[in-house]
């Protein structure tokens, strides 16, 4: 991983040593054959898709079931809510660098 992967100077009249930074985070060294990359792509897009709906469901029935509404229970639903935005943020950008790469 190179989190300073690349700097383009761009010089200006009031400050002539100013830097912008092109690619903040990105994945190096991770390379995938073409043949593979739609079939992985579509196998993380299942993936993605099962644990939304798993998560979900998980949700909906802690708040549909009046049973669970106990302390134990809306501390539990704090793990779909996690796994979801933490899914939510990473396989996509997977599946992004995997069927755009060059």
Known sequence: MNLCSSF???????????????????????????AYRYPLFFCL????????LSNLGVLSLIFSDRS?????????CNLPINDLIGNTVLLPR?????????
């Open 45 to 52: 897009l299942l993936v993605y898709s099962s644990l939304l």
């Open 8 to 34: 383009r100077t761009a010089p200006n009249d009031m400050n002539p040593n100013t830097s912008i930074l092109d690619d903040f985070l990105e994945i190096q060294g991770f390379h995938i054959a073409p």
């Open 68 to 76: 669970l509404h106990q302390p134990m229970f809306l501390l539990f």
């Open 94 to 102: 997977l599946m992004m660098h995997i069927v755009f790469s060059p």
